[in-house]
């Protein structure tokens, strides 16, 4: 009440434009504008129109938006093409492409964030009211219940690995380890690059079967044969033998008590010497930011975000001692603990 016209003003206009750049952004990835322009850069509104089966009037408002967004750069007549961010991230078959990510976030962020007056008020996941169904696990119940919704899935993983794998995987020096093991690995996004950065380093990833079966969609071109894969649920099933256990972007999505499951069979089956890697968004100790962490912990999943301090004590009640902890300049920090 006591803030000045000003920032009424800005906060009000930082609402506003944090909504619709978020609406332009998704629209116009999913009517493909980005690719359009990409194989035909220098169309008009109208030709742009015509490609992506919409009317003129909002096409031209759909380009317009996008062009003082950034995304799209505007030249005289009026003609369109991508702004180099949108040549790097926002056309499909980008090598770094997020096109993935963001339909998963439309799709399924976005109806779940619709509803987060009644996440706040009952402190639970809002999917069965965004999707008409009940989801006790999100991957087995919600992600990987229809095809094209656990292929958006992976595409979302895919994305977001690429653009993050590198930073985990060279924040430490890991040439003392020979094998790895990457639990919830996915599509093997994050494993390969942890064998580009680790020549003497094999990966097995280790995922759910609905999983593995479609990995064959994601493998790269220049495949190295050091990354295998294994189907199990890594709360019930043997792990892998491994020097080293991977556990990137797996943690947060699961409660305590999942936590210790999970960290006590890693602990079983590894022998002294072994190390544990974990990466995810670690919340600055006074849980002031990162943003990124606290806004995601909105979505009320069944699990939580932690501080650095917060996983070390979990890995230290499992006989994981020596925790290095990095902040990389990437969305994911890491830390790497050695088995007593
Ligand atoms: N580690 C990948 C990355 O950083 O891109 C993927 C992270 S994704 C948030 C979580 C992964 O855990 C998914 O690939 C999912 O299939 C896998 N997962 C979930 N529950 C699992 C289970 N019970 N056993 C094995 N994998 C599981």
Known sequence: PSASPVHKV?????????????????????MRVFDVLHSRPGLDAT???????????GTECLLEACVSLGLLEKYQKPMYENSDLARRFLRSDA??????YIQHCNELVWPLFS????AVREGTNQYEKAFGRKSDDLFQDAYYSRHEVKLRFMKAMHSMAKITGKAVATAFDLSSFKTACDLGGCTGAMAYEFTKAHPGLSVTVFDLPGVVDMCGHFRPRDADNRVSFVTGDFFKDELPKADLYILARILHDWPDEKVHTLLS?????????????????????DRRGPCRGLLQALSMSQGKQRSATEYSLLLKSHGFTAVHVRHTDNLLDTLLCIKE
């Open 10 to 30: 800005s906060f009000e206009f930082c609402c506003f434009r944090l909504t619709f750049t978020q609406l332009a952004l998704f629209t116009a990835s999913k």
């Open 47 to 57: 030709q742009v129109a015509h490609e992506i089966k919409a009317s003129v009037k």
């Open 95 to 100: 090598p770094l492409s997020l096109q993935g």
């Open 115 to 118: 509803h987060l007056e009644s």
């Open 265 to 285: 069979k890693i602990s079983d089956a590894c022998t002294p010497g072994c190390g544990l890697l974990v990466s995810e968004i670690f919340l600055d100790e």
